[in-house]
């Protein structure tokens, strides 16, 4: 499986963005989707996560009412919007993807994952 995340960039506070991440070369539907993004100065950190139907979705506490995760299992694409953005949303933010899923529950955990884009960069500025 390959991932190809864009729509990174510089935006100021209270901002937006929407980040897609395009998957190709396994079976997007049967593939659990995550977004993590790496602060600078810290570790990897999960940021949401959407099951196989899109229909269940958990999100970090810090972007909870903020971000939304979703996908186009047609257009074997996953997006992150994030509205309302903070200076602390500031990293790399990365897609992934679990294929090892049995049941298709959301995970927010970074091992489950198997497979990673290359990560964009988001900058919000105060």
């Known amino acids: 499986v390959q991932l190809q995340a864009s729509g990174g960039g510089l935006v100021q506070a209270g901002g937006s963005l929407r980040l897609s991440c395009a998957a190709s070369?396994?079976?997007?539907?049967?593939?659990?989707m995550g977004w993590f993004r790496r602060a600078p100065g810290k570790e990897r950190q999960f940021v949401a996560s959407v099951s196989w139907s899109g229909r269940n979705r958990d999100y970090a506490d810090s972007v909870k009412g903020r971000f939304t995760i979703s996908r186009d299992n047609a257009k074997n694409t996953v997006y992150l919007q994030m509205n309302k953005l903070k200076p602390e949303d500031t990293g790399v933010y990365y897609c992934?993807?679990?294929?090892?899923?049995?049941?298709?529950?959301?995970?927010?955990?970074?091992?489950?994952?198997?497979?990673w884009g290359q990560g964009t960069l988001v900058t919000v500025s105060s």
């Open positions: 992934a993807a679990d294929d090892n899923s049995v049941s298709g529950a959301v995970s927010i955990d970074l091992v489950r994952y198997d497979f």
């Open positions: 070369g396994g079976t997007f539907g049967r593939l659990v």
